[in-house]
């Protein structure tokens, strides 16, 4: 399944039960758009008591500006402190890399579910250990019929 969030947001419900968010820019509409996703996700998993996956995909050279990393911390905050999540970053530019690692370790929680990765298979393949480890989704056996 897929959903055009807004212009440079998008979510895919992949068939092993990854959420897979693409950001091609993160203007404060974008960042908005994903803001109202990622709480209400955090909301929706948290309530069914299911861990949630997430494959967040930067797709080039994204300088993070300071309302981005306002939205992101507002979003961590809002975080139910009952949901189980596992989320793997996926850059490829060294500067944004270093950028986002520094601003993910201020986040409450971040070193227990965030990880950084160049190679979007490093990252799968860590998002599909910790469903193993803290159990999946009941999306990745419905992702078909969403």
């Known amino acids: 399944m897929v959903n ?5 947001f998008t ?6 039960g990854i959420w897979e968010y693409r950001f091609t820019d ?3 509409e974008t960042m ?19 861990h949630l996956l997430r494959l967040i995909l930067i797709d ?17 905050e809002m975080t139910p402190p009952e949901l189980v999540e596992s989320n793997a970053l996926v850059l490829t530019q060294s500067v944004t890399l270093r950028l986002i690692m520094m601003a993910a370790q201020k986040l ?3 070193a227990q579910t965030v ?12 998002l599909k250990e910790r469903a193993e480890e803290f159990g999946g989704s009941k999306d990745a056996t419905n992702a078909d019929d969403v």
């Open 26 to 28: 993160v203007t404060r």
């Open 115 to 126: 990880k950084v990765f160049i190679r979007q298979d490093d990252a799968v393949r860590w």
């Open 32 to 50: 908005d758009a994903w803001f109202e996703v990622t709480t209400r996700h955090d909301r929706e998993y948290a309530e069914r008591g299911e």
């Open 60 to 76: 080039k050279l994204i300088m993070p500006t300071p309302y981005a990393i306002n939205r992101t911390r507002e979003a961590a």
């Open 4 to 8: 055009s969030e807004s212009e440079h």
């Open 11 to 16: 979510t895919t419900l992949r068939p092993d």
């Open 108 to 110: 409450p929680g971040a």
